[in-house]
């Protein structure tokens, strides 16, 4: 079994920045992708950012050029940098690790960008 914690989430003003970390513990055998995704009240989770074990990474067009998704292999911690926050960014960010196939999700922690 895998459990993920997520950790970093706030009250920010607009325009601020927020670092996300999501550490894995537990039966860690051969990550294949780490990532973080969000859920705003009354919408669908939805992708932010991913990153592969070969280090490739992916953004979703709205948080292109504003958040980094940065991985610790040793730690198992996968990160989210996020600058420029705007309201539209507040959300409850998951972080979603896959290991052979099998994915897991943490808990969730709260992101408040206030205007």
């Known amino acids: 079994q895998v459990q993920l914690v997520e950790s ?26 780490m990532g973080w995704y969000r859920q705003a ?3 669908q989770r939805e992708v932010v950012a991913g990153i592969t074990s070969g280090g490739t ?15 610790d292999n040793v730690k198992n911690t996968v990160y989210l940098q996020m600058s420029s926050l705007k309201p539209e960014d507040t959300a409850v960010y998951y972080c979603r690790l896959v290991q052979r196939a099998v994915e897991y999700w943490g808990q969730g922690t709260q992101v408040t960008v206030s205007s």
Do not use: E, M
């Open 8 to 33: 970093g989430g706030g009250l920010v003003q607009a325009g601020g920045s927020l670092r996300l970390s999501c550490a894995a513990s537990g039966s860690i055998f051969s990550i294949s992708f």
């Open 41 to 43: 009240p009354g919408k």
């Open 57 to 71: 990474t992916n953004y979703a067009d709205s948080v292109k050029g504003r958040f980094t998704i940065s991985r």
